[in-house]
C-alpha cells in the first residue's frame, strides 16, 4: 500500500493529530515524493528515524504568512532553493527568462523567486524570530564560498553569510541532516522545548558536510586551510583574478571526504568555515535510502491545471520510471558540478535493490514496459577508478578520466552488464534504455566488448547521445575531455558493431559553443567536422557559467589554473563574453539554419576564411 504524502497542509497536520512538527522542509519545486527530489528524500529520511516534517513547495515569497501555514515548527526550517540553482533554472545560458520550469506545477515559470535561499531565508526570519534555519541543495552548495555569478558579472560572497541562515549543507545530505537533526532535537529537551537560532549556529558547528559562520577568530579551527579572502577574489584586478583561480585549485583539491581538510574564507569581520565532506553512503545505507515508501507520484494538488491550462510536474516524467544505480563521477569534466557536489568517489546501490525498485515500477498501471534509465552522473561508473581511492579517497592532483587517463584506471564494465541482463530478463520488462550520460572513452579504453556489443543491441532505441563537446584538442584538454581522435575511435566502433548485429542506429554527438578557450577558429573546427560528417545538430548547447566549476573559474579570470607560464604565472585564455560572439559561434555550429547565413559570413570573414562563405551555406546531411 502507498505510504501517505508528507504534509503540506495545517489540515494535513491536524488529520494526523500533530500539534507541531520538527521541521518544515521549503523547497523551490513543486512537491514531488519521488526520490529524485531533494524534499522528498530527505523528509522521508527524517521521517524513517521518527521525525515529524512537513514540505513547503514554491511558497509566496512575496507574504511571510505563507511560511507560516505550519505554525513554528520545533527543530528548524530546512530551505532548498530546488533541483536547480533558481538562477539557472530562471533564465537561459543567455540571460533571457524561461518559458518554463519543468520542476513546477504544470511546468508554468514564475514560482520561484531569483536567488531563492536568499528570499526564502528572509521571509522566514519575518515570520519567526530566533528560529534556526538551515540551507542546502545544489544553489548551496555551488555557492558555500565567494564566488562568480555570472547573472550580476560579480563575485558574491559565500550564501551563508548573504542569506543569513544559520548552517550550509552542502553535498549529499543524508549524513549531514541526521546528525543535525540528533543535535537539534538533544538540545530541544530544555524547557522552552525549542533552539534558538544562535544556539543552533554553535550547536551544529564541526559537522561533515556542513559550512558554518563566525565573527570571532578565537573560535576558527587551527588545522584549517585558509583560502584567499573575499576582499582579494572579488577584485576586479588581474591580482584579484588570480587570488580567485588559487583559491579554486585549493576547493579543488579538498573535495574528497578522505583527504579534504577544513577551510576557512574571511570576508570582512566575518568567517566561513568549511567542514570536510561528508561520508559517501555505504551500499546498504544508499539502497535503504532509495527504497523508502515514496509514492512516486506528484501531490495531488497538482491534479488540478496550473494557470497555464496543465497538470502535473513535468521533472517527474524524466525520472518516473528510471532507476538511480549511482552516484560520484571521476570524469571531473570542467564545466560541470558534480565533483564539488557529489565527489569523484562512486557510490553504488546493489543488484537486489534495482531489481525491487524495477519491480514496484512494473506493477503500476501507467508502466508500458519500458524501463527509461539505469544510471546516474555517468551511467557506466559502477565502482571507484581505483583502489586506492578507497583508502587514500581520489588523488587531489591526478584525473582519473579526462584528456589524458591515469594508468591506474580500472576499466570494467561486468557488473553493469550482469545489472542490466538482470532487469531486462523480469517479466513485463520489454525494453531497458540507457539515456543518463556514458562516457564513450572509458567504454573505448575497456578492451572486454561485451558491454559495448549489449548497449548496442538491447538498450539503444535508434541513436545514442554522447557528448564529445568540441573536436579541437586544444580545447578539449581544457574541458578535461578525451581527445577528438578518441571519440573518432568510438565512432568508428559503434558503427562496426552496429553492422554486425544489423541494426541501423545513429550516433547523435552533443557540443557546446563558446567554451573558456575557444575562439571563433576553434569553433570554425568544429562547422567543417560537422560538414565532413554530414551531421548538423539541431540543439547546440551556449557554455553556461555556473558557479562551482572549473570552467566558470576559467571564464571569469580568463586564466587557465592548472597551466602556468614560463614566467610561473598562470596562463592567459582566450574567453568569448559578448553576447554577439556567443551568437557568432553558435552560427557556425548551426550553419545549415538560413536564419544563421548572415552570422556565418560574419565569423568567416572576422578570421579571414572568406573561402568558405560558400562551402557552410550550401546544403548539409541531416540535421
Known sequence: MSAPFLPVSRQDMDELGWNECDFVFVSGDAYVDHPSFAAALLGRLLQSKGYKVCILPQPDWHNKESFMVFGRPRLAFLVSAGAMDSMVSNYTANNKPRSSDAYAHGGEPGHRPDRALITYTAKIREAYKNIPVLIGGIEASLRRTAHYDYWSNTVKRSILLDSKADLLMYGMGEHSILEIASRLKEAARSPEGFVEAKTASKLLRGIRGTCWRTGKPAELPLDAVRLPSFEEVSAQTPEGKQAFAESYLVQEANTDAISAHRLI?????????????????????????????YTRRWHPMYDTPAANGKIGVPGLEEVLFSLTSCRGCFGACSFCAITFHQGRRIRTRSADSLEKEARELISRPDFKGYIHDVGGPTA???????????????????ECLGAKPCPNLEVDHTEYVSILRRLRSLPGVKKVFIRSGIRFDYLVLDKDKTFFRELCEHHISGQLKVAPEHVSDKVLKLIRKSSHGTYEKFAQEYREMNKKLGKKQYLVPYYISALPGADLKDALE????????GFVPDQVQDFYPTPGNLATCMYYTELDPHEKDCSGKMKRLYV?????????????????KPENRPLVKEALEKIGR??????????????
Open 526 to 533: 568544429v562547422a567543417l567536422y560537422l560538414k565532413k560528417t
Open 265 to 293: 574564507e574571511q570576508s570582512d569581520s566575518r568567517f566561513v568555515v568549511q567542514e570536510p565532506p561528508s561520508l559517501p553512503l555505504s551500499q546498504p545505507e544508499f539502497d535503504a535510502v532509495m527504497e523508502l515508501p
Open 576 to 592: 568569448c563574453k559578448s553576447g554577439h560572439e556567443r551568437r557568432l559561434h553558435r552560427a557556425l555550429l548551426q550553419f545549415n
Open 610 to 623: 572568406k573561402d568558405l562563405i560558400s562551402v557552410l551555406s550550401s546544403k548539409n546531411g541531416r540535421g
Open 380 to 398: 557506466n561508473f559502477r565502482h571507484d577508478a581505483c583502489k586506492k581511492q578507497a583508502e587514500h579517497g581520489a588523488c587531489t592532483s591526478r
